[in-house]
């Protein structure tokens, strides 16, 4: 692999980014990303014959609980909890978001 990669191509990166490099920034991310693909050409070099694909690194199934139906709390007691509410009408009340 080379110190660096071609400056054509870091540009040719930078615009698919839609970066705009400064000259110093071109050489320096040329010179990082061959030795980014230097370390990428030596994992790619390790043996791994006889090593068992993995298909997914974290535990499968599903860890949620299981979704029960359960009595939730009646109108009184949740207006009874809230700090503005209007029982008559039997709503909450919050602080205007929208037109104020």
Avoid: C
Wanted: hydrophobic residues 45%; negative net charge; aromatic residues 4%.
């Amino acid at each position: 692999m080379p110190d660096s990669l071609p400056r054509a191509e870091v540009e040719r990166v930078a615009r698919l980014a839609r970066l705009a490099l400064t000259d110093d920034e071109a050489n320096l991310f040329a010179r990082q990303l061959a030795d980014i693909l230097g370390y990428v050409e030596q994992v790619q070099a390790i043996d791994t014959t006889g090593i068992a694909p993995t298909s997914h690194p974290h535990i499968t199934g599903t860890v949620q609980r299981a979704d029960v139906v359960e009595a939730s709390l009646d109108r009184d007691t949740a207006l009874a909890s809230a700090p503005a509410a209007d029982h008559a009408a039997g709503f909450f009340k919050v602080p205007r978001v929208l037109g104020s």
